[in-house]
């Protein structure tokens, strides 16, 4: 049987899929906003769907979906619009993904959290993807996987232009620590769970070193050859709303379901190792 993804809201992250199936003999739909990126999907091999779509016509024929929509001031928007075209394709489907986010736990103080830890974001869109999963789980029949997704750094969204162009900061505040994925690592835990779909479930994705921000951009700094900027307090720092709520939550993430459950081995399990890899690869091209 081919197999064949629709891709809602073809991205960063689901562009990294791409790499990986379409060599396999997928057939990949994927949606997009602006129609610049029309060209450039077509020639990656991505049959390009102008959103917002059609649902029924686009999901002939598709036994996998991914949707990587983040939800609006309204909830989710692919399952505003295309909903009952879903419950009508469910049958059909092997495969659904949602891509969510660790935010969706909250502050944790620095503390660890599985994804059995009980849900409780502080901000607005930590409470917008907590109703948006619920939203998705709510769906009969849906053979739905859900991913919460560390911060998703990877080539083309390192620290290495900041700190060239001199605009990198490294802000500093007690007790902070994310975790973080790398876009390949997400990539083929994404199809780690197409190969073996468990109904239901959910994962936590990303690497096994969370650290302080101001540590990665110190550690990028090394590599580059260059002092590592000034350390600006939190409460001193200028930064915008959005910029300032990824400070709000501090946690440490678990990644032992996907590595026991999928068979996941990170390419990249630290930052150390993954900044190495993007650095090489930068010089190299």
Known sequence: MTKTLLSLGHGY????LATRLLPQGWT???????????????EQG?????????????????????????????????????KDALLRAAPNLDWVGYLST????????????????PLDPDGHRGKMRVLAEAEWQALPDLPLHIFRLAGIYGPGRGPFAKLRKGTARRIIKKNQVFSRAHVDDIAQVLEASMKTPNVGQIYNVCDDSP??????????????????????????????PMARSFYSDSKRVRNTRIKEELGVVLKYPNYRDALKAMLDEETAT
């Open 46 to 82: 991505i049959t390009p769907l102008q959103w917002p779509i059609d649902f029924d016509t686009a999901l002939k024929d598709v036994n996998h979906v991914l949707s990587s929509i983040r939800p609006d001031k309204e909830g989710d928007p692919v399952l505003r619009l295309g």
């Open 28 to 42: 990949i739909l994927g949606t997009y906003r602006d129609p610049a990126q029309e060209a450039d999907l077509r």
């Open 211 to 240: 650290a302080p921000p101001q540590d990665i951009l110190a550690y990028a700094a090394e590599l580059l050859g260059m002092d590592p900027p000034p350390e600006i307090p939190f409460e001193e720092a200028e930064m915008t």
């Open 102 to 117: 660790t935010g969706v736990y909250g502050d944790m103080d620095g503390g660890w959290v599985d994804e059995d830890t």
């Open 13 to 16: 992250t689901a562009q990294a």
